[in-house]
């Protein structure tokens, strides 16, 4: 066994001999019983957060609904694909909110008052906020200062910088005809295109996991049996070609949209695939273990809220495109909470050590779903916030519940 092996390696170790369909499901039975419910949770949530509202409002289900939906869960699920990072460390960023606003103004002063190249203006505003993570990191490693307080200076802070920046106009509006303003609300994948994402999304799935179970089975471990990866990718073309050819009904798929899986699929195979990934979870799991492994500990926290503010950036820039302008309360209002929120829901432990980037994907769609089906309801924003509160609460008590049954079970 390495130092660098997951808690999922470990437990493939221990279903050495279980292979194909059968095994795979007696497997996930022993994790659910051992208190690894992974996404369970939060997939049995969407569907009844679904089902509720479209018995009560026909609409929500409709393609232009879903449509509308995508493409607002892309912006702050980017924000929270950088907030899985920092909590699978064991860290918190209360900042991402105000990273996102600050670059959203540093990008649209750049390329709206003074007259930069749009991509220039996005690239400024991208390295500021890689800056910011990295200041976080040498904080921390360097004096001690507890993340919290860090990344809370860092939101009142930056903020204050928003604000300055702005000056006394406050807003600035973006060109319609603008690439990024028309990347955010007009660019949608072409048909034929989307379908080829589909197949090469499930070809790509079964390739990557064939590649995978052909080195377990070079170094002698056990590896999931070729039946079970065609079975998954079958579902994976299925499933994914259903969603795409009912999105198709209306506008179809957003590019933004795809940029934001994009971004998922590339931090799932960095985290689940390479060293870099595993020694997040290692230090998120024991961060004195892993530095008596030879893992950079200080390095590993610095790259953690580097992505974590750099993924900010990203997402400030698309929110702004998506409303064409940036503005005082732009990072603002419930971004911070939401971006948080969607990484906790999605499944990441605030504990540190699990998670996977799919939580900023799952979470966001949660939370995106209690919003639109609220507002479909006419119910105002005070119905959303106590239905998120009451979501967010949930799943950390579902965490907390299946970390102790994880524990006691390792005991037995």
Sequence with gaps: MTDLETPTDLKDERLIGR?????????????????????????????????????????????????????????????????????????????????????????AVFFVDRRLPVWLAILAAIVIGCAIGWVYGQIFNRFGVPS??????????????????????????LPFDSGLVAFAQLA????WLSYVFVVVAAAGLFASGYAHARRRR??????????????????????????????????????????????????????GRTKFGKSIYAVGGNAEAARRAGINVRAVYTSAFVLCTTLAAVGGVLAAARLAAVNQSSGGGDV??????AAVIGGTSLFGGRGTAFAALLGIVVIQSISSGLTLLNLDSSFRFMVTGAVLLLAVAVDSVARRSRVSHGRA
């Design 336 to 341: 911070n909470l939401n971006a948080i929120a």
């Design 148 to 173: 919290f307080v860090i990344t809370m200076a860092g939101l009142l802070g930056l903020l204050g910088v928003q604000l300055w920046m702005l000056g006394a106009k406050g807003s600035i509006n």
């Design 19 to 107: 292979q194909g369909l059968r095994g795979a499901a007696e497997g996930l039975l022993d994790r659910v019983r051992g208190g690894d419910l992974g996404v369970l949770p939060v997939v049995i949530g969407l569907i009844v957060i679904w089902s509720v509202f479209q018995a009560l409002n026909p609409i929500f289900l409709s393609s232009v609904n879903l449509v509308n939906l995508t493409l607002e869960c892309a912006p702050v699920g980017i924000i929270a694909l950088g907030v899985v990072v920092v909590l699978l460390v064991g860290q918190i960023d209360l900042s991402v909110g105000s990273v996102s606003g600050l670059t959203s103004a540093v990008m």
């Design 188 to 191: 949608f994948v072409p048909v």
């Design 218 to 271: 070079k170094a002698s471990l056990s590896a999931v049996s070729t039946q079970l990866l065609v079975a998954r990718s079958v579902l994976v073309l299925i499933g994914l070609g259903v969603v795409v050819w009912y999105l198709n009904q209306t506008r179809g798929v957003g590019w933004m949209f795809v940029l934001f899986l994009a971004l998922v699929l590339v931090m799932h195979y960095v985290l």
